[in-house]
């Protein structure tokens, strides 16, 4: 695909992704789940939600740290101890040695007591996964986004792709990556396709 196809991924979507859920909306979704992006220089996003099998989802959450990295993100965070995810989904990198500490992210959530579990795939999978779930039509939407999350839903508004070499993607820009690769996680299909839901 060119790059005019992709130059705004989720900008004509991204009204529809919002709602507010009250309590029983969101327990009604299904499992608590996290997903963790980690950046250059101890940058950290963590998303923070509800799953629904492996085809609707809430974010709930969203944190941010730009600079001391994820120990620092969770130090920071309080949405953990109220709402704990069964499960943290984060990118490849979960088993890289951070430059700040020393310690992989695997290491650091999995002393803390989560399940950790390490998606991939590649750029236009997880763009085309995130475009599955949502749709021009208000209120049909089998991915959304708390209000709260701002700086979720702008990073969405205005992300931007390009071709890479062969068949790939890249962010034109770092600076709204993190969130989008952070929701990728969130959405990944291999993992949750397992849950059975009550």
């Not at 992704?17 to 309590?23: D, K, N, S, Y």
């Not at 740290?65 to 943290?88: H, M, N, S, T």
């Not at 508004?157 to 962010?171: F, I, M, N, Q, T």
Request: a negative charge.
């Amino acid at each position: 695909m060119g790059q005019i196809a992709y130059q705004r991924c989720f900008a004509a979507y991204v009204s529809n992704m919002i709602v507010e859920l009250t309590g029983i909306d969101a327990l009604n979704i299904g499992k608590v789940i996290a997903s963790v992006d980690l950046g250059v220089g101890g940058r950290a996003c963590m998303l923070v939600g509800m799953a629904g099998g492996s085809d609707r989802f809430h974010v709930l959450y969203e944190y941010y740290d730009d600079g001391g990295g994820l120990v620092e993100l969770l130090e920071r965070q309080d949405a953990l101890d109220a709402l704990k995810p069964e499960q943290i989904l984060i990118g490849n990198d979960a088993n890289t040695r951070s430059v700040i500490d020393g310690v992989t992210a695997r290491e650091v959530l999995e002393e803390r007591g989560f399940e950790v579990a390490a998606v991939g795939g590649s750029l236009r999978r997880g763009i085309a996964r995130i475009r599955s779930l949502v749709t021009t039509d208000p209120g049909f939407c089998d991915l959304t986004i708390a209000p709260r999350c701002g700086r979720l839903i702008s990073d969405l508004r205005h992300v931007e792709v390009k071709p890479a070499s062969g068949d790939g993607l890249e962010y034109v820009s770092k600076d709204a990556s993190h969130s989008v690769d952070a929701l990728r996680y969130f959405v990944s299909q291999q993992l949750v396709t397992s849950w059975v839901c009550v």
